[in-house]
């Protein structure tokens, strides 16, 4: 039986929970085969036995990706095994927040080396191939706070707003070589990422905020991504802005 993305290579970065670990599974189950990245072997190894199962032939990339060069080398790993790489999900992240007086700068620096270079440097690793085959889609992650800028989410904000306006750029250097860019920017998740947000009152406001909603899931979010990467060549959604219905 064919499926839409039968033969398609994919790459997920953050793959270990969350929105990629669904992403994966629903990139899966759609046909492509499927390669993971993140830095905790044990959840992608517990996920590429799922992935086996849909005959998705997963490849196991353990990298820190707030290395440039990691980044890159997830790429050209995938290349290697598979031949090519076909749909590339920039999706690992985090959500340091803090109000800017008290930041630690180190950890912002964190965040947007892994939020912003980290997406850049793997993309860039990935458009020769693309170009040379006319044939690629990125889709990177941006989120709300992409949008709309909060409170003690200024850093994080900046990485995200940092990821709406280089997928936008990227898209208008490479439509014409037949690589179509997408940008997802999703309302609150519920996921571990809030799990790593260290200012006390920040975190417990936020999980209070979003405990009074009916949060979308990973899976809600993957759906998205594979319904972009599954349209016919000719076309291209650029951007997906989606929130919980209970989120203002
Ligand atoms: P999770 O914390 O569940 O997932 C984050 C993923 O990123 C994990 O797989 C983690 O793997 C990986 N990651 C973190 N640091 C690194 C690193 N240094 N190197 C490699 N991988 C890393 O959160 P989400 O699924 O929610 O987050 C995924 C993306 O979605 C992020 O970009 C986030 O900003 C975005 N987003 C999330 C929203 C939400 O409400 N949850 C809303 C909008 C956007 P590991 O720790 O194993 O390395």
Not at 95 to 120: F, K, T
């Amino acid at each position: 039986m064919s499926s839409r993305l039968d033969g398609r290579i994919a790459l997920v970065t953050g793959a270990s929970s969350g929105i990629g670990e669904a992403a994966a599974l629903a990139l899966a189950e759609a046909g492509a085969k499927v390669a993971i990245a993140a830095r905790r072997r044990d959840r992608l190894e517990v996920l590429a036995k799922k992935l086996e199962a849909l005959g998705a032939e997963p490849t196991v990339l353990v990298a820190d990706l707030a290395s440039e060069a990691e980044a890159q080398r997830i790429v050209a790993e995938t290349e290697a095994h598979y031949g090519r790489l076909d749909i590339l999900v920039n999706n690992a992240g985090v959500m340091y927040l803090e109000p800017v007086e008290q930041a630690d700068l180190g950890r912002w620096r964190h965040m947007l080396e892994l939020n912003v270079l980290s997406l850049i440097a793997s993309t860039q690793a990935a458009l020769p191939g693309m170009r040379a085959r006319r044939d690629g889609h990125v889709v990177n992650i941006s989120s709300t706070a992409g949008r709309v800028a909060n409170p003690n989410a200024a850093a994080y904000s900046a990485t995200k707003f940092g990821v709406v306006a280089f997928s936008e750029a990227l898209r208008r250097e490479v439509y014409q070589h037949n690589i179509r860019v997408t940008v997802i920017e999703p309302g609150v998740v519920e996921t571990e990422l809030r799990d790593h947000i260290g200012h006390a009152e920040v975190k417990a406001n936020l999980n209070a905020w979003a405990d009074s909603m009916r949060q979308l899931q990973g899976r809600d979010v993957a759906d998205a991504i594979v319904f972009c990467v599954s349209r016919p060549p000719h076309v291209n959604i650029n951007e997906v802005l989606m929130r919980p219905t209970d989120q203002e």
